[in-house]
């Protein structure tokens, strides 16, 4: 097997809130293609951690690049464009749009006919949109949603309204997807639909991942690797093998199941 390229490359990274350091001093690093998990109690950190990567909050302290390129600083607009794409924990839809238009919305920001064009409505404004639609369509068929494009997202079953968020964010056509917790609040059934799609899509679209999540059964059965946060810090990286017998790991979830 060839040796996969880095992609994500965090540096002794960390944001203090006052007195509260919410992450300190991570190191993490994802090679293309990777699909890592990232795990942790309750006020760990793990979405702070998102909220860095995707710009929403500038680290105190430490580095974040992609490909090479570094993120500290930037917009969160901006570090989408350069690759990175995210769902949150509380599914964030445009409710009252339609399944089809959540995903246009998307593919809106990156897309090639300028805002000129469109409010001149020259024909590369509808050529461009044509395309887009199309591609949003095929896009929704990957995501069994093809059946509900014209209905508004809040109308959409729970377990539907988590698989469009994540089309959604794929339509950005990112490099890295950030999964937030996609389990929240599934069934069983639909938590092993989920981890079906989403080796799906990796393979697919040639993702490189990143998910936080609770649910150790997802974590534990589709990660590769998985890092591990307590108070802020990393105590853990490993195979799920090793994280699962791992002394300090146990420690941190005391009281909370591990395998
Ligand atoms: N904007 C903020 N201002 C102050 N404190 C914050 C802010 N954002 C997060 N925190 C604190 O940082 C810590 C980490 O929170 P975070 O939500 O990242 O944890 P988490 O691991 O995602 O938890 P959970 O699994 O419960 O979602 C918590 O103590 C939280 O209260």
Redesign the pocket.
């Known amino acids: 097997m060839t040796a996969r390229t880095q992609l994500l490359k965090v540096e002794n990274a960390g944001i203090r809130?006052?007195g509260?350091k919410?992450v300190s001093d991570v190191n993490l690093e994802l090679k293309k293609g990777e699909l890592v998990g990232l795990i942790?109690?309750?006020?760990?950190?793990?979405?702070?951690?998102f909220n860095l990567l995707t710009g929403v909050y500038v680290p105190t302290e430490g580095s974040i690049s992609l490909d090479g390129e570094r993120l500290n600083g930037l917009a969160p607009y901006r570090i989408t464009k350069k690759g990175i794409s995210r769902t949150f924990?509380n599914i964030r839809l445009f409710n009252e749009l339609s399944v089809l238009d959540n995903v246009k919305v998307a593919y809106h920001s990156l897309a090639k006919h300028s805002i000129f064009s469109s409010i001149l409505r020259l024909p590369s404004h509808f050529s461009g949109e044509k395309e887009m639609e199309q591609k949003a369509i095929e896009f929704l068929k990957i995501f069994k949603l093809e059946h509900v494009l014209h209905e508004k997202a809040k109308n959409l079953p729970y377990g539907q309204q988590r698989r469009l968020e994540i089309a959604r964010a794929l339509a950005a056509n990112p490099k890295l997807l950030l999964l937030d917790?996609p389990a929240a609040g599934m069934n069983p059934q639909e938590t092993e639909e989920l981890m079906n799609l989403i080796a799906l899509i990796r393979e697919k679209f040639d993702l490189t991942i990143l998910l936080?999540e609770?649910d150790m059964l997802l974590v534990m059965g589709v990660c590769e690797r998985i890092y591990v946060?307590d108070h802020?810090q990393l105590i853990a990286e490993g195979t799920p093998e090793q994280i699962r017998s791992n002394p300090k790991v146990i420690e941190a979830y005391l009281g909370e199941e591990v395998s």
């Open positions: 809130f006052g509260l919410a942790g109690p309750n006020g760990a950190g793990k979405t702070t951690f924990q917790e936080i609770h946060l802020g």
